[in-house]
Structures are given as C-alpha cells and as structure tokens.
C-alpha cells in the first residue's frame, strides 16, 4: 500500500531491515540489514507514515532457512600442529553454528602434497605450518622452518573423497563460538577437512578451509650395542631396531647433545611409499624432489659408528623426518663402555 511503512522482524521482536516505504498495489522487496546465522522466523510489521502510532504485526510469518557455513575458519591450535608419534591432534572451528555438526575426515599426507622443498609454480593454495628446526642443526639438512603443504580440492557439493577416514567420535554439536574436534591417535602427517551438517538439509557442506597436522618420529626405536666394551681408541657401534621409512637418524654424545661426525643413517622409503595415492588427490604426478628418500627396501638394524672412544660415553639419538624436518630425541640412551687395558 501506498503511504504504509514495512518493517521486518524475527521471532524475538528484533528489527532485520529498515523501513521501507510502500507502492500502491505493487511488490515491494525488504531487504535484511542483519546477517543470519541460523534458521529464523521472520515477518513483517507495518504501520501509515502519517502516524505517530506503533508499528502492527501482519499475519504471516516465514521461516528463513540458512545453510551450513563452508566458510568458516578451520584451524589447529599451536600445541597440536606437531604432535608424538602416537598422539592425538586437535582441530579447531570458529564461529561455529550451533544447530549444526561438525564431523572430522583425515588422509595421511602424500609425498606430492610437500611444496617447501620444491621449485616450479605454487599451488593456488598452501597449508603453512611453522616448526622448530633441531639445535644444532645437521650440516646435510636445510634451514627450513616452515613445512609447505599443498591444500586439497574441496568439492562444492558436499561430497568427501573415498580416500577420507571418517573419524569416530569427531562429530561436534556447534556453539555459536569456537569448537575442538579431536583426532584419534596419530603415526603419520593428517591432512584434515571438516563436513558440516545441518537437520532438515539435504546436503551436507564441506569447509573450504583444510588443516595439517604434523606427526614427529617415533621416539620408541629400540638401540642397542655391537659390543657393549670395546678397547680405547677403538670405534663403538649403535644399532637401531624397528627403524622408521623417510626417518634420518644422527648419533649425538648424550652429554651436550653434539653430533658424532659422519654417525648418520636413513632407511629409505620404497617408490610405492612415495607415490601413494596422489592421482585420486586430485594432484598432477610430477618430480617430487625427494630421491634421496627413495630406494630398496632395507633391513634393520641400521648402524651408527660412534668413532674411536677413549673413555665410556653414553649416546643419544636424533631422529628427523627427511621431508618436514619434524624431530624428536629418542627416549632411550645407549652407554658404550671402554675398558681399562
């Protein structure tokens, strides 16, 4: 109606637009000043613009629905971007919708998915994950404090790829603020997305934003003497049992935690290790740059000379992942002990 003011409000009497102004016997759009977060009932109050009296409610209501959020930011909390061996990580959410839940998928992350030691054109997208680079630093590793991953597709239409696991018991009820959704124990880098989903919706969203967690070696590797004496000025050797694929291992005097000279081992991976998966990932097959990662399958126990010893010295071992540069000091030590004569 010409000459009448219409105003929307939702179902807590609270204002969604500004007046307008109607036009005789035409349709008028109202648009909602206010952002929706979830479902809302709204409706319309309308009163003459030569008035001073309060607006009045009209019959009919609608209920406005609102999707699931893609957009929302997914992120991982410091303490969780480099977690144990054998750990669990955590992924956070912001913003959350509180009539919506949010159920955690997770792949291991592929060779082809590291950018930080590659050259070439970038991917459109980049995870970062910032790390702590071992002190001292081994002269054959380079200063690289930032692991580069590429960002998985995220499909528009709500659909999770085969090669994600479900994780069970990740499903989380949103709040209206920030929401932890915990992953199940981990032994390998996770590259995470986050389905969203609402009751009474057809489809599902994905968040266009993934997250990676980072995994270190596992520190459980079992160490062992070639002989437990040797004679002064004889040359020791530490074993290393159940020795991880892609893991650097480097032989330190456990007292200042300095490198032995030359004690470095790798069990390499093997090239079906390396290619896992990656052209269900949506990712173009390329040189990866990690040759030196690649090779025969070796058998354990790898050796760690110690060089010639004087007096009994107790060793620690530093283990590094070869790709990420993410490291741990394996949890036991080894003493080799030098005899009197």
């Given at each position: ?12 009497d ?5 007046p307008?102004?109607?036009l ?12 929706l ?8 109050k309308?009163?003459?613009v030569d008035t ?10 609608v ?9 929302l930011?997914?992120?991982?909390p ?6 144990d061996y054998?750990?669990?990580g ?25 950018w930080?030691n590659?050259s ?6 980049l ?37 994600y ?20 124990n ?22 266009r ?5 980072l ?13 437990a ?5 004889s040359?020791g050797?530490v074993?290393?049992?159940n ?8 032989l330190?005097?456990?007292e ?15 090239s079906?290790?390396v ?22 399958p070796?058998?354990?126990?790898l ?14 071992v ?23 004569t």
């Amino acid at each position: 109606q010409a000459g009448v003011l219409y105003q929307l409000f939702d179902g807590a009497d609270q204002p969604l637009s500004d007046p307008s102004q109607g036009l005789e016997g035409q349709v008028i759009t109202i648009a909602s000043t206010e952002r929706l977060q979830e479902d809302t009932e709204v409706f319309v109050k309308a009163k003459r613009v030569d008035t001073d009296e309060p607006l009045e409610r009209l019959n009919n209501s609608v209920t406005i629905r609102v999707r699931a959020n893609p957009g929302l930011g997914v992120s991982v909390p410091p303490a969780s971007q480099v977690v144990d061996y054998g750990a669990a990580g955590m992924i956070e959410i912001a913003d959350s919708q509180a009539s919506v839940t949010y159920r955690l998928y997770s792949f291991p992350a592929e060779e082809l998915m590291y950018w930080q030691n590659r050259s070439g054109q970038l991917p459109a997208q980049l995870i970062d994950i910032p790390i702590d680079l071992p002190n001292p630093l081994p002269a054959d590793l380079p200063n690289q404090p930032v692991v580069r991953l590429a960002h998985p597709p995220i499909s528009e239409q709500g659909v999770i790829p085969a090669w994600y696991q479900q994780l069970s018991g990740s499903d989380t009820r949103g709040n209206g603020g920030v929401i932890s959704l915990a992953t199940p124990n981990l032994e390998a880098d996770q590259v995470c997305v986050v389905l969203a989903l609402k009751a009474g919706h057809q489809q599902p969203e994905v968040l266009r934003q993934a997250a990676a967690i980072l995994v270190r070696p596992n520190a459980e590797v079992q160490l062992s003497a070639r002989a437990a004496t040797v004679d002064s000025g004889s040359e020791g050797e530490v074993l290393l049992n159940n020795s991880q694929p892609g893991v650097k291992y480097y032989l330190r005097r456990h007292e200042d935690n300095s490198l032995v000279p030359g004690a470095r081992q790798m069990r390499p991976k093997t090239s079906a290790q390396v290619q896992g998966s990656e052209v269900q990932h949506g990712l173009d097959r390329m040189k990866v740059g990690v040759d030196l990662l690649v090779g025969p399958p070796a058998a354990d126990p790898l050796s760690l000379p110690t060089g010639p010893l004087t007096s009994s010295t107790t060793f620690n071992v530093l283990a590094v992942n070869a790709q990420t540069l993410v490291w741990t000091q394996l949890a036991s030590t080894l003493t080799i002990e030098v005899s009197a004569t």
